[in-house]
């Protein structure tokens, strides 16, 4: 199976900063990766699919890139409502795989 | 709108079966794949597998843990999901979530979830 290894796994930052997590993929994925959001009690949400692509209803604060195996969603003004748990997920193998979440909690 | 609601959680004893039902409404069912994703307490999300449409002649894939224990079927005529969750362990506790695959073949549209108890 490809393994997603994100970082970091826990992050602290203020209201209004400019939030980045990664993802590294073990083996090429093209640009076959979404990133969700999960609030406490809550589904997940699709922000992001095809590395870049913003899901619709989705805020233009958060975006998507692909640099090799290495992905990254940026969050460019941390919200209070952007307070959650971001998972990737690749679907390059048709076994489907999460990395293993970045917690974002209010400082 | 989309909506996705599971049903048939519960406790069940290690060994013991469980049949997981999801009613999907406000979409066209029969054009999309749908997968089953889980969530242990505290954990992070895991695949359990997937049931394409009926253009892919209904195929199933699973993970590798749950491989012949699990069955994912569908039925279009009340357009429903299931899982069937046979010789089951302690480590299947989890939340399960029934999810609609996405025209982009990701995940786009999720249920509340279900919990499953695996424990005598």
């Known amino acids: 199976d490809i393994q997603l290894t994100q970082s970091p796994s826990f992050l602290s930052p203020s209201v209004g900063d400019r939030v980045t997590i990664t993802c590294r993929a073990s083996q090429g994925i093209n640009s076959y990766l979404a990133w969700y959001q999960q609030k406490p009690g809550k589904a997940p949400k699709l922000l992001i699919y095809?590395?870049?692509t913003l899901q619709s209803g989705v805020p233009s604060r958060f975006s998507g890139i692909r640099s090799g195996t290495e992905f990254t969603l940026t969050i460019s003004s941390l919200q209070p409502e952007d307070f959650a748990t971001y998972y990737c997920?690749?679907?390059?193998?048709?076994?489907?795989?999460f990395g293993g979440g970045t917690k974002v909690e209010i400082k | 709108e989309v909506q996705l609601v599971e049903s048939g959680g519960g406790l069940v004893q290690p060994g013991g079966s469980l049949r997981l039902s999801c009613a999907a409404s406000g979409f066209s069912f029969s054009d999309h794949d749908m997968d089953w994703v889980r969530q242990a307490p505290g954990q992070g999300l895991e695949w359990v597998g997937r049931i394409k449409n009926k253009a892919y002649s209904y195929t199933t894939g699973y993970a590798a843990s749950v491989k012949g224990r699990f069955t994912i079927s569908r039925e279009e005529s009340n357009q429903s999901l299931y899982l069937q969750m046979n010789s089951l362990k302690s480590e299947d506790t989890a939340v399960y979530y029934c999810?609609?695959?996405?025209?982009?073949?990701?995940?786009?549209?999720w249920g509340q979830g279900i919990l499953v108890t695996v424990s005598s």
């Open positions: 095809a590395a870049s």
């Open positions: 999810v609609r695959v996405g025209d982009s073949g990701y995940l786009d549209y």
């Open positions: 997920q690749q679907l390059q193998s048709y076994s489907l795989t």
